[in-house]
C-alpha cells in the first residue's frame, strides 16, 4: 500500500499505552497459532514486522507486561486492558512485530501469507484467499 502517513500511530483499548512506527512496515501476516487463537479470542492474530529502530513507545510503558513462551516470540500487552500490543523474538528484541488490530487506521500493508496453519481453529475454516501457507515461519 503506498502513501500511508508516518508515523504510524497505535494503542491499546483503554489508551494508557501508545507507540509510533517512524517507517512503513514489513511483510504482514495472519497466525493460526494456538497461543494467538487464545490471546485473542478469535481464530487467529494479524500482525506486520517492523523495521528495526523504527519502533518507540510515546506512553504507558509502565502498564506494558510480557509474557516469554518456552518456544515462541514473547508476547507484550498492557497490563490495565490486556490489548495484545506487539511481539519480539526473545532471541533478537530488533524483530518486532505489531498486532495490526493495535494500529490506528490504516497499517498502509496487507497480510499475504498464513502461519502455523497445521495449529488452525477446527471450528473456522481458513479462507480460500490465495494466500501462502505454511505450518511455521516461512523459510
Request: charged residues 20%; proline residues 7%.
Amino acid at each position: 500500500m503506498n502513501g500511508v502517513q508516518l508515523p504510524i500511530t497505535g494503542g491499546c483499548g483503554c489508551g494508557e499505552v501508545r507507540y509510533e512506527v517512524t517507517a512503513p512496515l514489513g511483510d504482514a501476516m495472519y497466525c493460526h497459532c494456538t497461543r494467538c487463537q487464545r490471546r485473542s479470542g478469535g481464530s487467529t492474530g494479524a500482525a506486520a514486522w517492523v523495521q528495526p529502530g523504527a519502533f518507540r513507545i510515546v506512553s504507558g510503558e509502565q502498564h506494558l507486561r510480557r509474557w516469554s513462551p518456552p518456544d515462541g516470540m514473547v508476547k507484550v500487552f498492557c497490563g490495565e486492558c490486556g490489548s495484545g500490543l506487539w511481539a519480539v523474538m526473545p532471541d533478537d528484541e530488533s524483530r518486532l512485530a505489531v498486532r495490526l488490530g493495535s494500529v490506528d487506521g490504516d497499517p498502509g500493508v496487507r497480510p499475504t501469507v498464513r502461519i502455523f496453519v497445521s495449529d488452525a481453529a477446527v471450528w473456522e475454516a481458513i479462507p480460500d484467499d490465495g494466500l501462502d501457507r505454511h505450518d511455521g515461519f516461512p523459510q
